[in-house]
C-alpha cells in the first residue's frame, strides 16, 4: 500500500520519510485540507489514503472530545508551540477510539504556516498491554490470590493508618510442611494444583476483611482486618484454623494426600515497626514452628526480639557513619545484550564497620532509612562515585555510565538538583554518564513533585533509571509522564525466569513496552546462563549479575576495562546473525566518526562513499540498517534511499544530514519520537540509541533476528 498525496513541492521528501512509518502521519496546508496521509493513518481511521485526501480532519471527530482540547490545541499552534494530547475520535465504520497526538506547524521564512504535521497513535494496544501486565504484576497466576508485591503495600498501607489510630496490625504467615519432598515425588503439575487448592482453601476460611497472598513456592501471608489491642487470641483462633484446614486430606495424581502447614504470628507495634519488619518477625516465627515438628503456630517471641537488639545497636552506630570514614563503594557491571561489553556499572555502598567486617547494603540501608542517615550516605555515594568516574576517565579507560541509586527520602530533598550539580562540578565529571536510579515507590509518593525532580535533574545532563521495576505499581502509564532513560526489571522476575510463565511474560510484556516507549530495559540478577540466553531473546538491552560479575572495587573494574572483559555472547540464538549497518557519506572523515561511534555495539559495519557505491555493497552483502548522507555528488541521500526502498524493502532507512532547508520538518518528526532523520553534528549517545531502535523495529517487522 503506498501513500497518496495531493501534489505539493515536497513530494519527494514526504514520500521518503513518511510512508512506511507504523505511526499515522497527517500534513494539511495552512487550510487544514489534508495534503499528505500515510497507510498507517489510514490503517487507524479506517478511512482509505485517497479518502483522507482532500479533506479536512474534522471528519474523524466524534463529539467527545472536551471543547478545550480544541481551545489548547488552536492557542498551542498559534504560539508557534508543539502540542501533544489525546483525542475521542470516530472510523469510518463508527467505532470510537483514543488517539494520542502530536501536531505542530511548519512556518517559512515570513513566520507564515505552510504546513500543518500531525503525528498520531493508536492508544488501544498501549492500554493492552498496561492492563496485561499491571494484572501480571498484581496477582499471583497460580492462585490468584495477591502477590507480594500487593500485600506489601497493603501491609504498609494498614501500618500507617494503625500508626494514626492506636491499633494493631496482625500478620500471619503460613508455609507447608514437607512440600519438596511432595514435588519431589509428584512433579511441577500436580505440585502447583496442590497450592492452587491450598490457596483456595486458605481463601475461603478467613473473613472477608482479611487480605491473602502467595508470597513464592509453598508461602502463604494473611493480613488480618483491623484488630483491636489485645487481639491474639482472636488471631490465634485464626492460625488454628489455618492449620485445620489445611490438615484435610487432599486428591494427588489419584490418590489422598496428608498435608500439615506450620503458622508464624507477628504484631505491629509490638514486634515491628514497618512491613518488612513485620513479615520477617512471622517467618522466623514461622521457622520456629516447624523446629517444633510443624503443624502448629507460633508467636514472635522475646528471643527473637533480642536478635532485633543486634539491628538498633547497627541503627544507633549508623549515625557518623560517613565522617567516620567506613563507607566504601564496589562496583557491579552492566553490559549491553548487543556487544557484551562493559558499559555501565552500578555503585553499590559497603560498611566497612569495625568489628564485623564489610556489611553488604542489606544489613544496614534498612536502618539508615529508618533513622534518617540515609540521606548523608547517598550524597557520599553521589560524590564519590563521580570522582571515581573521572578518575576512570583521566586514566584513559573507555567512558562508561556510573549509575547512582537514590533512597526515597533523598529524591525528597528540595536542593537536590543543586547536590547533584554540586557532585558533577567537584570532580569535572561528565552528566552524560551519570545515572540517577530512583524506585518506584519514591517516584509514586507524590507525583507533583516527581515529575518536576525529574525534569530538573534532566536539564543537568543525567540518566534517569527506574529502578527495581515490577515491584511497586508497575504502571507503563506513569512511564511516560517522567523523562526516565532506563527502565530495570527487578530479579525477583529474573530469579525464576525460565521456569515460571508469569514472570517471563511480564518480563517480555515490560521489555516490548519500555522499548516502545524509547526506554532501556537492564536486567537485574542475572546469575545462569539460560537466564541470559532468554533475555537475549526477549530483546532486553542490558543486564548486571552474577553471572558475569559480583560487584567489585574500584581497580577491579579498571583492570577489566583495560582488558576488554566481555559477556560471552557466543552461544547461537535462533536465526542469529550478525546484526549490519550500511553507512554513507561521501566525506571519510565522517564515515571514520561514524564508524568509531557504533564499532563498540558489535555491529557489522559496512561503508560507502556515495549512492552508487551504497547500491553496489547493498547488492553483495545483507544490510538491516541504512544511514545515509542527504547531500552528496551525483544522487542525493533521499534519492538513493527511494531506489533502496523498492530493490531491498526489507530495510530500516535513516538520513543523517544538516541540510538546513528540511530542519524543520525533520524536527517535527523527531519530536514524535521516530527514528529515521537525524540531525548533524550529532551525539554518539542518541546516535547509538537510534540505531537500536532501528533494529528492534527491523526484527518487529522482519523478523526477529536477521537471517
Not at 165 to 192: K, P, Q
Not at 467 to 473: A, H, I, K, S
Not at 531 to 548: A, I, K, N, T
Not at 584 to 613: C, H, K
Amino acid at each position: 500500500m503506498s501513500a497518496v498525496t495531493a501534489p505539493h513541492p515536497d513530494e519527494d521528501l514526504f514520500r521518503t520519510l513518511f510512508t512506511q512509518w507504523r505511526r499515522g502521519i497527517i500534513v494539511t496546508g495552512p487550510d487544514e485540507v489534508i495534503l499528505f496521509a500515510n497507510p498507517a493513518a489510514a490503517q487507524i481511521s479506517g478511512y482509505a489514503v485517497e479518502e483522507l485526501i482532500g479533506r479536512k480532519p474534522d471528519i474523524l471527530k466524534s463529539g467527545q472530545t472536551p471543547a478545550e482540547v480544541y481551545r489548547d490545541l488552536r492557542k498551542a499552534l498559534d504560539a508557534d508551540e508543539i502540542w501533544r494530547g489525546e483525542f475521542v475520535n470516530r472510523r469510518k465504520n463508527g467505532e470510537l477510539y483514543l488517539e494520542a497526538r502530536t501536531i505542530s506547524a511548519i512556518r517559512d521564512a515570513a513566520g507564515a504556516v505552510r504546513y500543518y504535521v500531525s503525528i498520531s497513535e493508536d492508544l488501544h494496544e498501549r492500554q493492552r498491554y498496561e492492563q496485561h501486565v499491571e494484572y501480571l504484576s498484581t496477582f499471583d497466576q497460580l492462585t490468584g490470590l495477591a502477590n507480594r508485591a500487593t500485600f506489601m503495600r497493603a501491609v504498609s498501607a494498614e501500618i500507617e493508618l494503625a500508626r494514626r489510630a492506636g491499633h494493631e496490625v496482625v500478620l500471619l504467615n503460613l508455609d507447608l510442611d514437607g512440600f519438596g519432598a511432595i514435588n519431589n515425588r509428584f512433579g511441577a503439575d500436580h505440585s502447583d494444583r496442590l497450592l492452587a487448592e491450598v490457596g483456595a482453601r486458605v481463601r475461603d476460611a478467613l473473613r472477608h476483611v482479611d487480605l491473602v497472598a502467595r508470597l513464592s513456592g509453598d508461602n502463604f501471608a494473611v493480613l488480618l482486618g483491623k484488630a483491636a489491642p489485645g487481639s491474639q487470641p482472636e488471631s490465634r483462633d485464626i492460625a488454628d484454623r489455618l492449620l485445620a484446614t489445611v490438615a484435610r486430606p487432599f486428591t494427588i495424581a489419584g490418590s489422598p494426600m496428608e498435608l500439615t502447614a506450620s503458622v508464624g504470628m507477628a504484631f505491629y507495634p509490638a514486634d515491628a515497626g514497618s512491613a518488612d519488619e513485620l513479615i520477617g518477625c512471622a517467618r522466623s516465627a514461622t521457622h520456629d514452628a516447624k523446629a517444633q515438628g510443624g503443624n502448629r503456630s507460633c508467636r514472635f517471641d522475646a528471643d527473637m526480639a533480642e536478635r532485633s537488639g543486634e539491628r538498633r545497636r547497627l541503627r544507633e552506630e549508623l549515625q557518623g557513619v560517613v565522617e567516620r570514614g567506613e563507607l566504601v563503594l564496589h562496583f557491579q557491571p552492566q553490559l549491553s545484550l548487543h556487544s557484551g561489553h562493559i558499559v555501565g556499572v552500578e555503585a553499590l555502598v559497603r560498611w566497612n564497620h569495625p568489628q564485623q567486617g564489610m556489611l553488604l547494603p542489606g544489613d544496614f540501608i534498612p536502618l539508615a532509612e529508618e533513622c534518617g542517615s540515609i540521606v548523608a550516605i547517598d550524597s557520599w555515594v553521589l560524590r564519590e562515585a563521580c570522582r571515581q568516574m573521572q578518575a576512570w576517565r583521566e586514566a584513559g579507560l573507555p567512558p562508561i555510565r556510573m549509575a547512582v541509586n537514590f533512597s526515597a527520602r533523598q529524591f525528597r530533598q528540595r536542593a537536590l538538583r543543586e547536590t547533584v550539580a554540586d557532585a558533577l562540578a567537584a570532580h569535572a565529571a561528565d552528566p552524560r554518564c551519570l545515572e540517577i536510579e530512583i524506585t518506584e515507590g519514591a517516584m509514586m509518593q507524590d507525583m507533583t513533585a516527581a515529575i518536576r525532580v525529574t525534569a530538573q535533574l534532566k536539564e543537568l545532563g543525567v540518566r534517569l533509571s527506574l529502578d527495581d521495576f515490577g515491584t511497586g505499581y508497575s504502571s507503563l502509564a506513569y512511564l511516560s509522564r517522567f523523562p526516565i532513560d532506563v527502565v530495570k526489571i527487578d530479579q525477583s522476575f529474573i530469579r525464576d525466569i525460565v521456569t515460571n510463565p508469569a514472570n517471563a511474560a511480564i518480563v517480555q510484556a515490560t521489555v516490548a513496552m519500555s522499548q516502545k516507549l524509547g526506554k532501556v530495559v537492564i536486567a537485574e540478577g542475572v546469575e545462569t546462563e539460560e537466564q541470559l540466553q532468554f533475555l537475549r531473546r526477549s530483546d532486553c538491552d542490558e543486564v548486571q549479575g552474577f553471572r558475569f560479575s559480583p560487584a567489585v572495587p574500584a581497580d577491579e573494574i579498571a583492570r577489566m576495562l583495560r582488558e576488554g572483559a566481555r559477556l560471552d555472547l557466543s552461544a547461537p540464538l535462533a536465526q542469529d546473525a550478525r546484526e549490519t549497518i550500511l553507512l554513507v557519506d561521501d566525506e571519510s572523515s565522517i564515515l571514520s566518526a561514524l564508524r568509531r561511534t557504533l564499532r563498540r555495539e558489535g555491529y557489522e559495519i559496512l561503508v560507502a562513499g556515495s549512492a552508487e557505491e551504497g547500491l553496489s555493497v547493498l547488492a553483495k552483502h545483507p544490510v538491516q540498517v541504512i544511514v545515509s548522507d542527504q547531500r552528496m555528488p551525483g544522487m542525493s541521500g533521499t534519492e538513493f534511499l527511494s531506489r533502496v526502498k523498492v530493490l531491498y524493502p526489507r530495510t530500516v532507512r535513516m538520513v543523517l544530514s544538516g541540510y538546513s532547508e528540511i530542519s524543520a520538518v525533520t524536527d517535527a518528526i523527531n519530536r514524535g519520537a521516530i527514528y529515521r532523520f537525524l540531525s548533524k553534528p550529532w551525539d554518539d549517545e542518541q546516535l547509538k540509541d537510534e540505531v537500536r531502535g532501528a533494529l528492534r523495529e527491523w526484527r518487529e517487522l522482519y523478523g526477529r533476528r536477521p537471517a
